[in-house]
């Protein structure tokens, strides 16, 4: 068998919840840097530069987009925060997935319900390649919540079983 190598991009798209994330850090920065200014009056600009440079850095943290690194039968997910720190979040094998289903799939969904934890590293928004992965990690069921495009998913039914894998038509 030849060796396989796939790998794809997925943007985390940003909601509600993160606008008013940002716009609150921001808010406690101002405060923050007014408290400084009128408290601290010789200290204060400087401190005002670093606190500004701390919320920007947070603000910066935010912006995600999740690798999928398929490799042989094994799917390396790292997360990359804004375009330049990469961070390993897990690696699955295929060979220890019980299942895995479109997230609309009501069918097979129920397996899903004896899940200790839920990981999600998929834009945020259900499209039509959302699906589901149930597998081991750390001892624990975990449910998986990932954006295959349709070449990665021709890349899984290589190593999942028909019964495993269930790909939305």
């Known amino acids: 068998m030849e060796d396989v190598f796939y790998e794809q991009l997925v943007k985390k798209n940003k909601d509600k919840r993160d606008f008013l994330i940002t716009i609150g850090l921001y808010a406690l920065a101002l405060i923050l840097m007014a408290l400084c200014l009128f408290f601290l009056k010789a200290v204060g600009i400087l401190l005002i530069f670093f606190i500004y440079l701390g919320a920007y850095q947070l603000n910066a943290r935010r912006k995600i987009e999740y690798e999928y690194i398929f490799t042989n039968g094994e799917l390396d ?51 039509k390649n959302t699906y589901c992965l149930l597998a081991s990690n750390n001892g624990k069921k975990t449910k998986f919540i990932i954006e295959p495009n349709e070449v990665l998913l021709k890349a899984f039914s290589r190593y999942l079983t028909p019964r495993k894998l269930f790909i939305k038509k």
């Open 77 to 127: 997910i790292d997360c990359i925060y804004n375009k330049s720190k990469r961070k390993r979040m897990c690696t699955v094998a295929l060979s220890e997935v019980e299942i895995m289903a479109h997230i609309d799939d009501k069918n097979n969904m129920g397996q899903f319900s004896t899940v200790q934890e839920t990981k999600d590293y998929s834009s945020g928004l259900v499209n």
